[in-house]
């Protein structure tokens, strides 16, 4: 069974532009969560989508969205990029929609802000 | 908002001997509490789970506890090899408010050899 996919892995951007990472969930997985990771502040909860519908987002600005398409495949997007926007960013899936279980992360997309 | 702290954020210790860290969460709804390993240019894996009606649950060589009055729970790796160095983050959901899990900052396990 293939796991968490996110691409790309790796990109660097400019101040004010605009980015869009993607992840495609484990096969049957519906629940899919992004985090971001940076040093020293561990995994910032960022939503959560659950059959296409977000059902709790995390202390970010607006600049953060993402959604999540009838595949269960997610995607984030930031816009009007900032230095501090430079970190990992995780997306997980979890198999049920319920209280807890396991997330499955991927390996991230790292990007970088100039 | 809910919060979980995680100390130490960086622990060192001799092969052979044990490691234990510790969080606290503040949302009393929590109900589950797992722990995952993230190990170099990986995404975090779990190691072990807890849910609120247990108090202590052990696989091999980790343990994890829970106090839910204190809201307090911890890790505890035994035996420690070089093979646990890695970051370790607690974490802690509930399914009120919404369906998220929320992470400690990590800590930074050194296994010497």
């Known amino acids: 069974k293939a796991g968490v996919t996110q691409t790309p892995r790796y990109l660097i951007k400019t101040r004010g532009q605009q980015v869009t990472l993607s992840c495609s969930p484990i096969?049957?997985?519906?629940?899919v969560s992004w985090y971001q990771q940076t040093p020293g502040q561990g995994l910032q909860f960022l939503f959560e989508y659950f059959s296409e519908t977000q059902r709790n987002k995390g202390n970010f600005p607006g600049r953060f969205s993402g959604r999540q398409f009838s595949n269960s495949r997610s995607e984030m997007n930031v816009s009007t990029l900032e230095l501090g926007d430079s970190a990992l960013y995780l997306c997980?899936?979890?198999?049920?929609?319920?209280?807890?279980?396991?997330?499955?992360f991927g390996e991230g997309s790292r990007l970088t802000v100039l | 908002g809910e919060n979980v702290e995680q100390h130490p954020s960086t622990l060192s210790v001799q092969e052979g001997d044990s490691a234990v860290i510790k969080c606290t969460y503040s949302?009393?709804?929590?109900?589950?509490f797992p722990w995952y390993k993230q190990e170099l240019g990986k995404g975090p894996q779990l190691i072990i789970d807890i849910r609120s009606n247990v108090g202590e649950k052990k696989d091999q060589r980790i343990a994890v506890t829970l106090n839910k009055t204190a809201k307090h729970f911890s890790l505890h790796i035994t035996e420690t090899q070089p093979e646990d160095s890695a970051v370790y983050f607690c974490a802690a959901h509930a399914a009120t408010g919404g369906f998220k899990t929320i992470f400690g900052a990590g800590t930074r396990l050194f296994v010497k050899a």
């Open positions: 949302d009393s709804a929590s109900n589950y």
């Open positions: 096969s049957g997985h519906r629940s």
């Open positions: 997980a899936s979890r198999a049920g929609g319920g209280e807890g279980g396991e997330l499955f």
